[in-house]
């Protein structure tokens, strides 16, 4: 299983969404779907996280991938297009941001 490592290469994606406890079901299977049938077959996907908060307003994903362009390949597909669609419906914003790890604490 891969690890949270600074001295790695890989690509790192932080996603959060606000959503409403109404809505935070539907979107947690509508990305668990996502990553479950296409985004973990994609070219350079490595692993990826859900976490709800206890007030189910929002969700964060966690992922990991080879390089950048692997990530954003995927965005630009037919499919994920359409999934980010379905998904923008469901909440009120989301945003995914690329980051280097800076430091871990085991």
């Not at 079901?25 to 709800?52: C, M, N, R, W």
């Not at 989301?94 to 800076?102: G, H, K, R, S, T």
Request: aromatic share 10%; charged share 20%; with cysteine.
């Amino acid at each position: 299983m891969p690890q949270i490592s600074k001295t790695t290469d890989l690509q790192t994606v932080v996603t959060t969404f606000e959503v409403t406890p109404g809505t935070c079901q539907d979107l947690l299977e509508a990305l668990t779907d996502a990553y479950g049938s296409f985004i973990s077959k994609q070219p350079g996907f490595i692993s990826a996280g859900l976490h709800v908060n206890d007030a189910q307003t929002r969700i964060a994903n966690y992922s990991q991938w080879v390089r950048r362009e692997d990530f954003q390949a995927m965005l630009r597909t037919e499919e994920m297009r359409a999934r980010n669609r379905q998904i923008s419906a469901l909440c009120r914003s989301f945003e995914p941001v690329l980051y280097d790890v800076a430091a871990v604490f085991d």
